[in-house]
């Protein structure tokens, strides 16, 4: 069974701190993506990956870093949480070159910044 | 700009059939997907359609229309386990995928 996996699935920090979210999946996936979920809104991509190393910037990249140094691995970095940044953070995978295909979500991090 | 557009939420029966619309307007056009998402859980894909026409998967079935930037997502004989959030999201000419904020469905014994 394929599977995206998060590491945690609730978080509080505190203004400033550093935030780590990883996301891990088994299978094989070239694609890998970080999309942020707010009520009222739809799915915004917030970096992406095609290949081990490779990072792209999606739509609202401002605060937010990523690191790909495997390919099953795929991990945002919040430098300095703020309290805008508080939201459910979903990670999702894809076979194949490209944006395109069906995509495999994780069951999501809800992260709150006080 | 880009834009997706489909109810903020639905009622319906179980038994019944409703009807997700999803309307669009994007740069360009490669598919389009529907998923499903509990609350509190993953979004699961439903279907993806890239030409016109109706697409049926058992009780669920996905329709697209490209020179109206329209689909929709229709659901018969509805199960109580239907009641979820059905988000719409088109990929564009840049293979981006553009996503409505979601259908909640509210299912009623």
């Known amino acids: 069974d394929v599977k995206v996996t998060q590491s945690s699935r609730y978080l509080v920090k505190r203004t400033g701190e550093k935030v780590f979210l990883e996301c891990v999946q088994d299978?094989?996936?070239?694609?890998m993506f970080w999309y942020r979920q707010d009520p009222g809104l739809g799915l915004r991509l917030i970096y992406f990956s095609y290949d081990v190393k490779m990072k792209e910037k999606g739509d609202i990249p401002e605060g937010y870093s990523v690191s790909r140094e495997k390919k099953e691995r795929f991990s945002l970095i919040l430098e300095s949480a703020s309290t805008n940044q508080t939201s459910m953070y979903l990670c999702a995978s894809s076979l194949g070159q490209g944006h395109t295909g069906e995509l495999f979500f994780g069951e999501g991090s809800r992260l709150t910044v006080l | 700009g880009q834009n997706i557009d489909q109810p903020t939420e639905m009622t319906a029966t179980e038994g019944a059939i409703v009807q997700i619309n999803c309307t669009y307007q994007?740069?360009?056009?490669?598919?389009l997907f529907w998923y499903q998402q509990h609350a509190g859980e993953a979004p699961t894909f439903l279907s993806y359609?890239?030409l016109d026409g109706l697409e049926e998967k058992g009780r669920f079935s996905s329709f697209l229309s490209r020179s109206k930037g329209y689909s929709y997502l229709l659901l018969k004989e509805l199960q109580m386990k239907d009641s979820a959030s059905y988000l719409c999201?088109?990929?564009?000419?840049?293979?981006?995928?553009?996503w409505g904020a979601g259908t909640k469905l509210i299912i009623k014994p």
């Open positions: 359609n890239v």
């Open positions: 299978m094989d996936h070239e694609n």
């Open positions: 999201a088109v990929m564009d000419s840049n293979y981006q995928l553009i």
């Open positions: 994007t740069s360009g056009f490669n598919g």
